[in-house]
């Protein structure tokens, strides 16, 4: 079973930035639907990005323009590179893999249903104003 190990998880300020990445154990790695999600206490867990197997990218409305997902398959590592944080933005983030929404490689919205075969322990992600 693959296993997602995440990190770069920190307290910053408003408009701060951080990285966070996510170390995938599975060869395969490649041919998998990649996502980044995120649940603040009290808050149902949200998409954030997905990236599919040919480097397309989805983002959420809430964050694009400051969230980028990306990925290096030599390293077998998932980005998400993430600016101009405020504290909205905080949350644990969690890094998924195997990504099926029934609608692609898309980020879900609210109310669509979406799974994945492996998920990561989570990265905490504190931003204070």
């Known amino acids: 079973q693959v296993q997602l190990v995440e990190s770069g998880g920190d307290s910053v300020q408003s408009g701060g930035s951080l990285r966070l990445s996510c170390s995938v154990s599975?060869?395969?790695?490649?041919?998998?639907?990649m996502g980044w999600f995120r649940q603040a206490p009290g808050k149902e867990r949200e998409g954030v990005a997905t990236?599919?197997?040919?480097?397309?990218?989805s983002v959420a409305d809430s964050v694009k323009g400051r969230f980028t997902i990306s990925q290096d398959n030599a390293k077998k590592t998932l980005y998400l590179h993430m600016n101009n944080l405020n504290p909205e933005d905080t949350a644990m983030y969690y890094c998924?893999?195997?990504?099926?929404?029934?609608?692609?490689?898309?980020?879900?919205?609210?109310?669509?249903?979406?799974?994945?075969?492996?998920w990561g322990q989570g990265t905490q992600v504190t931003v204070s104003s």
């Open positions: 998924a893999a195997d990504v099926v929404t029934g609608l692609g490689c898309v980020v879900p919205f609210r109310g669509i249903h979406y799974s994945a075969a492996a």
């Open positions: 599975d060869d395969a790695y490649s041919r998998y639907c």
């Open positions: 990236i599919d197997t040919h480097g397309t990218t």
